[in-house]
């Protein structure tokens, strides 16, 4: 069964500082993984999806590294703004999509 | 990015009634829906997978006569929740994959509570 762990639960940082969100899976044999946003009360908005075959994606401020023989992800967002505060989820797709219990962010004026 | 549209947003029943909730995908078609549930402060768990012209497939624990799921059409899943009681109250998201890329894009979500 996969199992997805993200680390820090929690984290706040003052504004302007880069943010390092990890992401951990137990199953390498992965279609895809992909990065969410959730605001508190709201859906998920996709942030970045990575192919398996596919090392890291970009998206604006937002970088997202994939190594499946370790099992690990990381997002990095540059320049952090109070806008980026939410709960940022991983998810991995094989057979099923299994999600992370996700990292809360905090970000200082 | 693709657009899925989830009604109702909020919905307040007495204990006892059945509540259904839709998941559409406005612009593209999705053979695949799949039902979240999401209680507070804790990840979506899977509850099942819908398939347009079959029967759902129920996760482990998943009460498939208690969360009724149809997926009518390519663009078009209902989740219904029987019999409701105030432990089903909770946050249900949808979502519904695009062919090409696997990517999933996410309704808003619905929150149910149940009194």
């Known amino acids: 069964k996969q199992e997805v762990t993200q680390i820090p639960a929690a984290l706040s940082v003052p504004e302007g500082e880069n943010l390092v969100l990890n992401c951990s899976f137990t199953?390498?044999?992965?279609?895809?993984l992909q990065w969410f946003r959730q605001d508190p009360g709201k859906g998920l908005t996709s942030l970045l999806l990575?192919?398996?075959?596919?090392r890291e994606q970009t998206s604006g401020r937002l970088n997202a590294s994939l190594d499946k023989s370790s099992g690990r992800s990381t997002l990095y967002i540059a320049a952090s703004q109070p806008g980026d505060s939410a709960t940022y989820l991983c998810a991995v797709s094989d057979y099923k999509l299994s999600f992370g219990a996700g990292t809360t962010v905090t970000v200082r004026a | 990015g693709a657009v899925v549209s989830q009604h109702p947003s909020w919905v307040i029943c007495k204990s006892g009634t059945s509540v259904k909730i839709e998941c559409r995908s406005l612009?593209?078609?999705?053979?695949?829906m799949f039902w979240y549930r999401q209680f507070p402060k804790q990840s979506l768990m899977l509850m099942a997978t819908?398939?347009?012209?079959?029967?759902?497939?129920?996760e482990q624990g998943v009460e498939k006569d208690k969360f009724l799921i149809n997926h009518a059409s390519l663009t078009l899943s209902t989740l219904t929740v029987t019999s409701a009681h105030p432990e089903d109250s909770s946050f249900y998201i949808c979502?519904?994959?695009?062919?090409?890329?696997?990517?999933?894009?996410f309704g808003e979500g619905s929150r149910l509570t149940v009194l």
């Open positions: 819908s398939n347009e012209g079959s029967k759902a497939t129920y």
């Open positions: 199953d390498s044999a992965i279609y895809n």
């Open positions: 990575i192919q398996s075959s596919q």
């Open positions: 979502s519904a994959g695009t062919r090409n890329t696997g990517e999933l894009f």
């Open positions: 612009d593209f078609q999705a053979t695949t």
